[in-house]
Structures are given as C-alpha cells and as structure tokens.
C-alpha cells in the first residue's frame, strides 16, 4: 500500500469517529432535554392540583360565610318578628282590659246614679207615709162626723199629694177584693167568707205604697177563707 493510500483510510477513519462522536453528543443532548423538560412538566402537573385545591377551597369558604350570613339573618328577622307579634299581642291585651275597664265603670256609675236617684224618692216617700195616714184618718172622721165642708178640703189635699207621689213613681196598694198576694201585703187577720174564692183581700186596714218595681211598705189586709179555690190564671201561650 502507498502512502496516499494509507493517508486516505486514515482520514476516512477519523471522519467515522467524529461522526459517531458528534451523534453521541446530540444523543446525550437531546436526553438532557427530554429530562429538563419531564421535570419541569412533572413541577408543573404538581403545582396544578395543589392551585385547584386552593381556589376550591376558598370558594367552599366563601360559600359558608355566605351561608353563615344568610342564616344569621334569617335567625335576626324571625327574633324581630316574633318581638313584633309579641308586642301586638299586649297591646291587644290592654286595650281589650282598658276596654272591659271602660264598660264596667260605666256600667257601674250607672248603676250608682239609679240607685241613688231611687234612694232619695225612697226617703222622700217613706217620709210621706203618715202624712197619707193622717189624711185618712181625717177624711173618715170627717165623714163619719158629717163634716163636709173639712172632708171637701181634706180629700182636695190628699188627692194632689197622691198625683204629686204618682209622678215620682209611687203607686198605692190598695188590694181590696183582689187575690191576696203576698209580696204586695201582710194579712194581719182571717175571716170566713165562703162567698169569695179563698185567700181574698175583704178589707184593707193599711195601704201599701211601691215605687217602680220595689215595695216600700206591703198594706195590712184581711184575708177570706173556707170559700172556693181560686182557679189559676191560665197561662198565655207563646
């Protein structure tokens, strides 16, 4: 072999060397890239999760502040309202009581009023009583001692006494030949009288004297007996 010849494998030789040595270098490159960038994807994959799972979790606490607050409100509006309805519930009460209060105390000075207009006539009258007694008395002794022109005098006095009484609401009891009632008279003797119904009014030694519905003082009768009973009043249908 010549020496051109063996310059020439020579060459050819470092040629493939640096060929395979430059091939080896951009292997051993393009590996290291590859690894940077799995790293930095895998830094990158693991820092997404750990992002999302903040961001859920300030939404889900933000979520129950607002539920929290809801609810706190809610809880403050149902208090307001049941202290509303409370209140109106006793103001209700009082005026209702004020109210009763009211009708009772005018009732009650009505009452009182009445009672105490009937207490006056009733002492006015009760007064009166004898003056009627004395009237009467005179106007029989006139009569039976043939006095007439005191009996005319008498009788014209007592008749106005009696008008005056009537307009305050007195009425005389004078049962005579009416059924005897008991709680209009007082029967202070019996007689037999068989020509009247039993228990009937034949004479009248006092009258009575009632005003309204209140007697001031029952008349003193005589009361029949051994006649027939006395047929009930019959009762008025409806």
């Known amino acids: 072999m010549t020496a051109s010849e063996k310059e020439q494998v020579v060459d050819a030789a470092s ?3 640096s060929d395979a040595h430059r091939i080896v270098i951009e292997d051993a490159n393009e590996v290291a890239e590859e690894t940077q ?18 961001v859920e979790g300030a939404v889900v606490e933000e979520a129950t502040t607002d539920a929290e607050a809801v609810e706190e409100a809610g809880s403050s509006l149902e208090e307001e309202l049941a202290a509303a309805k409370s209140e109106v519930a006793d103001w209700q009460g009082k005026f209702m009581r004020l109210h009763a209060e009211w009708d009772t105390y005018r009732r009650r000075t009505n009452e009182q009023r009445e009672q105490e207009k009937a207490r006056a006539a009733e002492k006015l009258v009760t007064n009166l009583l004898p003056v009627l007694d004395d009237f009467e008395r005179t106007i029989d002794y006139a009569s039976n001692n043939g006095e007439v022109g005191l009996l005319s005098g008498v009788e014209a006095v007592h008749n106005k006494l009696i008008d005056v009484l009537g307009k305050e609401g007195v009425q005389m009891l004078n049962p005579k030949g009416e059924a005897f009632d008991a709680l209009e008279a007082q029967a202070v003797a019996t007689v037999e009288d068989v020509s009247v119904p039993d228990e009937t009014v034949t004479e009248v030694y006092q009258k009575g004297y009632k005003l309204g519905s209140k007697v001031l003082r029952p008349s003193m009768v005589v009361v029949s007996t051994g006649g027939p009973k006395r047929e009930k009043p019959e009762t008025e249908e409806a």
């Open 37 to 54: 960038a799995a790293e930095t994807s895998g830094e990158e994959v693991s820092a997404e999760p750990e992002a999302t799972a903040t």
């Open 15 to 17: 040629s493939e060397n």
